[in-house]
């Protein structure tokens, strides 16, 4: 029998008379040679198929690994592996998929999870819980696919054919409206003297996260030349382990993007608000005695330790409530930074969107100043073009559209 070229595999005939077909269709992990077996009634059947995979390896549409399914895969990826995202990200990732996907998919093969059935799972998920929640549970699936077609696990990403989950108009969000400029001033007025004085002052002068303010230092404000740098952010993690255990900690990490990592500029007062802390803070130490822990940061506990998220949220609500001020949550602060500066003036996205640490103002303008009334800023601008000394003038008289329409073109006019 004529023996077949290297990599071609082999056609045998099998006791039963019937043909089996082996094609290599490449190696798996730990070396070894994959194949694509078959078993065909006619010779020329298994020819003919064996032609086929050997089409199809050349096109690289075979995949060499092993098949997994989508819980182990899914489990290495995101607890074991070192891909290049953070563990508070990867414990989401995984947190996401645990309670949404693997009850559904866990069972079955990564290649085997074709994008209609996703896009029907997506949709039933979407009818119990927001368009972020859907989303999240999305981007977490196909950071496995993308992971999974790198590692040559699968050939394509059946993610990235639905679509995304849309909020609807009326949908409630844990986005609260920002602050206007005077609900900011009533604000400070309210935390003088108060444990949120510096602060609050500090978030609403830089628009600076949560995260940046709680892992800010004072090596990292320059009082001589009035300027702050924001070199990490700090929070706290519970990441979830293999064995179901979570391992809890202070995570001290670089800023969120490398545009985070950045400098802003402070003026004067909010420099004395931070002078007035340092001297409560080191009050705080000599009380502390023994006890202080020395860490570096501006904004601590009462033993000079990072703050918890969670007990700095509680006083954040409780203050908000006893001062009589409207709730947003601790990042709106950084919403109202943005709007009130571009409501202001349109022309300061540029400036704005650096302060904020964005990677262009595209991404300001696209989360930011929907909520500023920027639009307003060019119409009534082009109204004091047109009418000189009245362009801005509130208007006395609010039309009855009903009536307007029954008047001719030429008799329209306000009386």
């Excluded at 595999?9 to 099998?14: A, E, M, N, T, Y």
């Excluded at 009462?302 to 949550?329: A, Q």
């Excluded at 349109?346 to 262009?360: E, F, R, T």
Aim: glycine content about 6%; aromatic content about 6%.
């Amino acid at each position: 029998m004529k023996r077949q070229p290297k990599g071609y595999g082999s056609v045998s005939q099998l006791p039963s008379g019937k043909w089996l077909t082996k094609v290599p269709v490449g190696k798996t992990s730990n070396g070894k040679t994959r194949y694509k077996n078959k078993t065909c009634t006619t010779k020329s059947d298994a020819r003919r198929w064996q032609t086929a995979m050997i089409s199809m390896r050349e096109q690289q549409m075979l995949v060499a690994g092993p098949r997994q399914t989508l819980r182990h895969y899914a489990s290495d990826v995101l607890l074991n592996s070192n891909d290049r995202i953070s563990d508070r990200t990867r414990d989401g990732y995984f947190r996401n998929l645990r309670k949404h996907v693997f009850p559904v998919f866990g069972h079955r093969t990564l290649s085997d999870i074709k994008s209609q059935e996703l896009e029907s799972f997506f949709s039933q998920l979407r009818n119990r819980y927001s368009a972020s929640t859907v989303n999240n549970v999305r981007l977490a699936l196909s950071k496995v696919y993308t992971v999974a077609i790198r590692h040559g696990v699968v050939l394509l990403n059946p993610v990235v054919r639905t679509e995304k989950a849309r909020r609807k108009e009326m949908e409630k969000t844990q986005v609260r409206v920002p602050w206007s400029e005077e609900e900011a001033l009533l604000a400070l007025e309210a935390a003088q003297g108060t444990p949120f004085e510096a602060f609050l002052t500090l978030a609403l002068a830089t628009g600076m996260r949560r995260g940046e303010l709680l892992g800010l230092q004072w090596s990292d404000i320059d009082f001589d030349h009035q300027l702050v740098a924001i070199e990490r952010t700090i929070h706290r993690e519970s990441i979830t382990q293999l064995d179901g255990s979570k391992v809890r900690g202070v995570i001290v990490a670089p800023p969120k993007t490398a545009n985070s990592r950045r400098i802003n500029q402070l003026t004067v007062p909010v420099l004395d608000v931070l002078r007035l802390h340092e001297c409560s803070q080191q009050i705080n130490r000599r009380e502390a005695g023994e006890s202080w822990e020395e860490s570096g940061y501006v904004f601590t506990n009462s033993r000079g330790g990072p703050l918890d998220e969670s007990n700095h949220y509680k006083r954040w609500v409780r203050f908000l409530k006893k001062s009589g001020i409207r709730y947003i949550r601790i990042h709106d602060i950084r919403h109202s930074f943005a709007t009130i500066l571009i409501e202001e003036d349109a022309g300061q996205l540029a400036s704005v969107s650096k302060a904020l640490g964005h990677s262009s103002i595209a991404i300001t303008m696209d989360i930011y100043a929907k909520t500023a009334q920027v639009q307003t800023q060019a119409t009534s601008r082009m109204s004091e073009i047109l009418f000189p000394g009245r362009g801005s003038a509130v208007p006395i008289f609010v039309p009855d559209l009903g009536k307007i329409s029954s008047i001719s073109p030429g008799r329209r006019r306000a009386s």
